[in-house]
């Protein structure tokens, strides 16, 4: 009901006090283009999902994304790129490893980070599901890639989780890249979170570890789809 306070001798150096609200826990944002369980090859030839890929039901295979986006070839890839991802959960690597073998990709190490002694288990299918995508996308656009580091909290809020795993990954310098491609807009998560998180990726920034976030469907400021710094 009152704006948090600090005792002074740590006021200095306190940037944000976060997690004291009841802002959501999970946010996913992924959208299926098909019915779950539903058979891909059964799309309709006249669907609007029939969308010229060569990919099961016609959607785009992992080399297809990579030829639209103009990606080099398996041989001109980097092979010691890590990419660190951000997640609220964990995932099957059953579900990882049939689609690398659907789309014939080579099955780099995907490894759980924990993040607050989160221990990994599957608490929502789809969160898992969520998760499962982006590991899938980031093996699909570069198959050469050295490693995935999947850090999970899924025990806080989205606020308390995404600045956490952005201080671990600076902290842990092992990453490349780190990519979060889901989360609340901003401004749902309120000043305080944002001048906290400005402060991680500014040290994320200094050690040279790319950050990329996703833009949602409408831009940076869509009110209850995905986020964009």
Do not use: W
């Given at each position: ?86 997640e609220q959960g964990g995932f099957f ?23 607050d002694k989160y221990n990994g288990s ?61 989360g609340q807009d901003e401004g749902y ?41």
């Amino acid at each position: 009901a009152v704006t948090p306070t600090v005792p002074t001798d740590i006021a200095g150096k306190t940037s944000a006090v976060i997690g004291l609200t009841d802002g959501k826990k999970y946010t996913p944002y992924l959208q299926m283009g098909k019915v779950m369980g539903k058979n891909p090859s059964d799309t309709p030839a006249n669907s609007s999902a029939n969308i010229g890929g060569t990919g099961p039901g016609s959607y785009y295979s992992a080399a297809d994304l990579r030829t639209i986006y103009s990606i080099p070839t398996f041989g001109h890839l980097d092979h010691q790129t890590v990419i660190a991802l951000f997640e609220q959960g964990g995932f099957f690597k059953s579900d990882v490893e049939t689609y690398l073998n659907r789309m014939k990709l080579p099955h780099p190490p995907v490894t759980f980070v924990s993040v607050d002694k989160y221990n990994g288990s599957v608490d929502s299918l789809q969160v898992e599901l969520e998760a499962v995508v982006d590991i899938d996308m980031v093996i699909a656009i570069n198959p050469a890639i050295q490693e995935v580091l999947v850090y999970e909290d899924g025990i806080d809020t989205f606020p308390v989780a995404l600045l956490d795993t952005l201080n671990q990954v600076a902290d842990d310098k092992k990453a490349q890249v780190l990519s979060i491609s889901y989360g609340q807009d901003e401004g749902y998560e309120g000043k305080a979170a944002i001048k906290a998180e400005n402060t991680a990726l500014v040290q994320l920034a200094a050690e040279g570890i790319t950050v990329t976030v996703s833009s949602g469907d409408s831009g940076a400021y869509e009110i209850g789809r995905a986020s964009c710094r």
